[in-house]
């Protein structure tokens, strides 16, 4: 069962989620031969302030 892990910045709208997820899904049934059932995108959104980017929080940056 193939688990693809996706981490972003929130602040995407759910349609750009779904779209991804699908998109994910489709690539790997593709790629691997795997069943579509069997794959699984968990998608994580983290707040600016925890996301840091050349040490500094994406919260600070301009």
């Known amino acids: 069962m193939p688990i693809i892990q996706v981490n972003l910045i929130e602040g995407r709208p759910p349609e750009k989620l779904k779209a991804l997820i699908e998109n994910i899904t489709d690539t790997v049934v593709e790629s691997l031969d795997a069943p579509r059932e069997s794959v699984r995108v968990l998608v994580t959104e983290l707040p600016k302030t925890n996301w840091g980017?050349?040490?500094?929080?994406?919260?600070?940056r301009k």
């Open 53 to 60: 980017i050349a040490g500094v929080p994406a919260s600070e």
